[in-house]
């Protein structure tokens, strides 16, 4: 007979519903089962928090893979209220730099509208940089394999959301996060920003 465990949580603390102590892990069996067996509460907390389905949706799936990372290095002793302080973390980052940007616009006043506004006759060893730059990541991007490099297109020329690119790859949304993520290492592996 099996036995069903709850997780709750209570003052910051989490404890399972019923007699004894049971670790998350032990539970879950591992942190991508804990993931799947929460992602839909994760989804739902971080829209509570940032009033967009699908920037939460991107919230949760790099909290996922900020969390691996971690996870892969240390243990933590509370998997769960982790991943829900890195969901957190990610939404009052993304509000943040909203408010930022509303900023910059709302209170720029035709003034000082030029001193947000980026010089258009860049510097000749700047214009020379961008162009090196450039060359390096079209040969990063034509070696990429052809689904990390069509996700990668698809995301950052394309606009195109991580659930679309899972769809058009037919692969899930955290592989279309990880190959989107993995796309951008290997342009900043290859090119050496000033």
Same mark, same amino acid.
Request: hydrophobic share 45%; glycine share 4%; proline share 5%.
């Given at each position: 007979?099996?036995?069903?465990?709850?997780?709750?949580?209570?003052?910051?603390?989490?404890?399972?519903?019923?007699?004894?102590?049971?670790?998350?892990?032990?539970?879950?069996?591992?942190?991508? /089962?804990?993931? !799947? $067996?929460? %992602?839909? #509460?994760?989804? @739902?907390? &971080?829209?509570?928090? +940032? *009033?967009?389905?699908?920037? =939460?949706?991107?919230?949760?799936?790099?909290?996922?893979?900020?969390?691996?990372?971690?996870?892969?290095?240390?243990?933590?002793?509370?998997?769960?209220?982790?991943?829900?302080?890195?969901?957190?973390?990610?939404?009052?980052?993304?509000?943040?730099?909203?408010?930022?940007?509303?900023?910059?616009?709302?209170?720029?006043?035709?003034?000082?509208?030029?001193?947000?506004?980026?010089? /258009?006759?860049? !510097? $000749?060893? %700047?214009? #020379?940089?961008? @162009?090196? &730059?450039?060359?390096? +990541? *079209?040969?990063?991007?034509? =070696?990429?394999?052809?689904?990390?490099?069509?996700?990668?297109?698809?995301?950052?020329?394309?606009?195109?959301?991580?659930?679309?690119?899972?769809?058009?790859?037919?692969?899930?949304?955290?592989?279309?996060?990880?190959?989107?993520?993995?796309?951008?290492?290997?342009?900043?592996?290859?090119?050496?920003?000033?």
């Amino acid at each position: 007979m099996s036995r069903t465990v709850s997780i709750k949580i209570k003052s910051g603390r989490y404890r399972p519903a019923g007699a004894g102590e049971v670790d998350p892990l032990e539970e879950a069996g591992s942190f991508a /089962t804990l993931y !799947a $067996a929460h %992602q839909r #509460a994760l989804l @739902k907390y &971080a829209s509570s928090l +940032v *009033r967009d389905r699908s920037v =939460a949706e991107d919230i949760v799936q790099e909290a996922w893979l900020r969390f691996a990372r971690a996870a892969a290095d240390t243990q933590p002793s509370e998997p769960l209220r982790y991943l829900y302080r890195i969901v957190r973390n990610l939404s009052i980052d993304k509000g943040r730099r909203e408010v930022r940007e509303q900023e910059i616009f709302d209170t720029a006043s035709p003034e000082h509208l030029a001193d947000n506004v980026a010089d /258009t006759n860049p !510097a $000749a060893d %700047q214009i #020379a940089w961008d @162009k090196s &730059a450039l060359d390096a +990541v *079209r040969v990063v991007i034509s =070696a990429m394999p052809p689904r990390m490099r069509i996700a990668f297109e698809m995301h950052r020329f394309g606009g195109c959301k991580l659930r679309e690119i899972a769809e058009h790859l037919n692969i899930s949304l955290a592989m279309a996060h990880t190959l989107v993520a993995a796309a951008v290492d290997r342009c900043r592996e290859y090119v050496e920003w000033p």
